[in-house]
């Protein structure tokens, strides 16, 4: 399946090293260069090319709106950071923190203003269904953001709210990059949506696995700070059933690890860790995940495209499932 | 004269109360509503409303363009408050003092967003052309801003750099509002050219006017603090002119003044303007600004419209030239 996907990869790979957005002045155009040289998966522009690869044989015509997700993608990053006083983005100094906040929000800003440059080149008479399907996603990634936020002082996060928050903010953007290839290709709308609600799902799985590695990856694979979500309170899928399911002593527990103010980092993550497990809350966000991935494959398996083309998606989905990081 | 703006000024005031941008979650779409109804000159959706009207009688198709303009304006304003630390915003408190500063970054981005949300509604054919002079100008606009922070810190700008800078950062938005509007009139090349460097010009000398009304201004009228930059050092054409032109003992006060930082505010004030009119900065600003209208008059002068509409841009220009506020 990789020999499929590693040319695409590459192909993105160059491109983005190849991109100039600009150059003064340099405090602008610098932090651009690094964060979108900061590697990732780029899982993104990945499925616009594939998006675009399961009806067109040549793919450049894809190059350009695939890293117009992805630097919207990057964006996104950056003023995130930001908001979450984030110091390390892929075990690199965060842009905010390598230069300063106003340097991170003008820079963002101006990545904002590079997407629709990149989007500019898809077919004129596709640019306004192209740009509409963009913005409405792109809103839903800072609503889902916000959402994030707001959910930092709320004690009453329900795991549908939660599940809603991470489609937004994670998930629509992976279903606009795959329906976005689709969309150039000039496939047929039916099957542009499908594979925007596969992406989707996918994507909602993609960010429950994330949740699960912050806990149980191996530390050595994951790259982050194992427990880290933890250690902040951040309210995962895995904390908001916890808090939902414990009773008696074990809530007394929970609260009491979850309200500390000064604590050891590595008996906290122990600590809460055997809470999930006690309370089975692997099992219950395993099947959770399952559930979408499963959605996922619903989907493809009656999607209106090749035999070929449905494996390619499915190698592609089972590089998602399969990530250890 | 006004008796012609007046109408316009109403169309876009009357468009912005209408205008939702979305619901929720309100954290990110009330910042949007207030700031957009504090109100402001909206010379520059005016400036697309007129660019419009230049060419076609019903102004109505012109209307979602300047709101793209106006919101674009105010998103550069909510994210440079952030950065200039600015607790006040005509008169009211800026959106990162109301709300907080990661409301106020993301807020503005899904202004940026709707900014292309209304550019779409332009004539399909027209859309490419639109968002790319949109594109290169606002990034001229960033730009600007990274360029004013920059001269925070440095000692040596030339005031060449510094027109460049108010050009990028101020100027080329007031004439991408005056050629959008001709833009979507489909006027000819270059009229379209002539009106950009006309309200370039003319912004020019809007900010050289703002520099001079922040020292000579009359209180009242201004609604600012008289004497705003020159507290904060704000390195505008009359400080770097003062500080190239003055010798001896007169170069000494200023630095001094330049270097303290347990002042008297109207003491500063009293001295640094002392020094500006004993250098004669006021005159030599005032040459300078008026070189710049007579620039854009010159340009008015010879473009190919007509009388009329010859007039109603005069008008325009005559209400940014006697402004007092």
């Given at each position: 399946m990789n020999n499929f996907l590693n040319p695409l990869i590459e192909t993105i790979s160059q491109a983005i090293k190849k991109?100039?957005?600009?150059?003064?002045p340099k405090e602008l155009y610098e932090p651009i260069s690094y964060i979108m040289s900061?590697?990732?998966?780029r899982l993104r522009p990945v499925l616009t090319l594939l998006g675009y690869r399961l009806f067109q044989e040549d793919i450049r015509p894809a190059i350009k709106p695939a890293m117009a997700v992805e630097t919207f993608h990057n964006f996104t990053l950056v003023h995130d950071d930001i908001m979450d006083k984030a110091p390390l983005r892929r075990g690199q100094a965060t842009v905010h923190t390598k230069w300063n906040d106003n340097i991170a929000i003008l820079s963002g800003d101006v990545m904002m203003i590079k997407v629709y440059d990149l989007l500019l080149d898809v077919a004129p008479e596709l640019l306004p269904s192209v740009i509409r399907a963009f913005n409405n996603n792109a809103t839903e990634v800072c609503e889902g953001q916000q959402k994030d936020m707001n959910f930092?002082?709320?004690?009453?996060?329900?795991t549908d709210e939660y599940i809603d928050m991470i489609r937004q903010k994670t998930a629509v953007l992976l279903g606009l990059a795959l329906q976005l290839g689709a969309m150039i290709a000039k496939a047929p709308e039916k099957t542009q949506q499908d594979l925007y609600q596969f992406a989707v799902d996918l994507g909602i799985g993609f960010q429950l696995k994330d949740d699960l590695l912050d806990v149980y990856g191996d530390q050595a694979k994951f790259g982050k700070q194992i427990g880290g979500d933890i250690i902040e309170n951040k309210k995962t899928f895995l904390l908001i059933n916890a808090v939902a399911l414990a009773t008696g002593s074990t809530k007394a527990t929970l609260q009491q690890w979850i309200e500390a103010?000064?604590?050891?980092a590595t008996e906290k993550v122990q600590a809460v860790t055997q809470i999930y497990d006690q309370l089975g809350i692997k099992a219950l966000t395993e099947q959770k995940m399952n559930d979408y991935f499963d959605q996922a494959f619903a989907i493809l398996k009656q999607m209106d495209i090749g035999d070929q083309q449905k494996e390619w998606l499915s190698g592609f989905a089972q590089m998602v499932i399969n990530r250890e990081k």
């Open positions: 991109q100039q957005f600009g150059q003064e900061l590697g990732g998966k930092e002082t709320r004690n009453d996060v329900s103010t000064d604590f050891d």
